[in-house]
């Protein structure tokens, strides 16, 4: 479960704080996804950054199953916004790299990678290189890599953003799959609306800076099937969006 209460973060410029987030507060309960939507610079990296237990400048309370983050005692999944794949490892070598630095005394066997690249459709692409294979592909590896390292919490930051419109949507319905058989906790950051409508269970909307909580909301619609072809899918994002333009604009 992740919990956070009243976190507040900042950065030191000359001698000086600088807040980027404050009073920010949510939870997620253990096998949820939830989706947060902010304003550009209101911290959302941050928060992120927060979870992974890369930044330590921060007040409040922030919990990964009870304890605060740390890369030592939490496995972290990480799903970037540009893959994050490393040009000189094939596929199958990338996705096993996350699970082969944190389990150093147990490297994971070439089969169990070759299996999670056919959970995602792509096991034929298993000893290409990143330079071989297409932007969608690319995000297919990360999200594999992201899911064999078993997290017990994964982030997302703007993961599908680089896409075109067809394969995020592609993209959007291949990581829910997955997401439903391994039940990973997980939080994406995206600026877009309908994508956090299809996959958040939860929407936590964050103010412009110093980004706080102005309201969590429980999606009605998430996991129902073809919502896309659905007007309440469509009605509930024109809502959303006119909730969003009034906490942005006080």
Known sequence: MLY???????????????????????????????????PSGCGKTTLLK??????TFYEGEVMINAQPPSAKLHRIG???????????????????????????EKKVKRHHGIKMLEE???????????????????????IARAFLLAPNLLLMDEPFSSL??????????????????????????????EEAVYLGKKIIILSA?????????????????NIRKKLEYYDFIRQLREKIKKGWSL
């Open 164 to 193: 075109d419109a067809m394969t995020r949507e592609e993209m959007q319905e291949v990581f829910l799959a997955l997401w439903k058989k391994k039940k990973t906790t997980a939080l994406i950051v995206t600026h877009s609306i």
């Open 4 to 38: 956070i209460n009243n976190l507040q973060a900042q950065y030191q410029i000359n001698n000086i704080d600088l807040w980027v987030l404050k009073d920010v507060s949510f939870s997620i309960g253990s096998g949820e996804i939830a989706a947060i939507i902010g």
């Open 50 to 55: 927060v979870l992974a237990g890369i930044h």
């Open 120 to 142: 995602l459709g792509i096991a034929h692409l298993a000893n290409r290189f990143p330079h071989q294979i297409s932007g969608g592909q690319r995000q297919r590896v990360a």
């Open 209 to 225: 800076a110093p980004g706080r909580t102005l309201e969590v909301i429980d999606n009605p619609l998430f996991g129902r099937e």
């Open 78 to 104: 990480f799903i970037p916004q540009h893959h994050g794949l490393l040009p000189w490892k094939t596929i199958c070598e990338d996705v096993m790299l996350l699970k082969n630095i944190k389990d150093k």
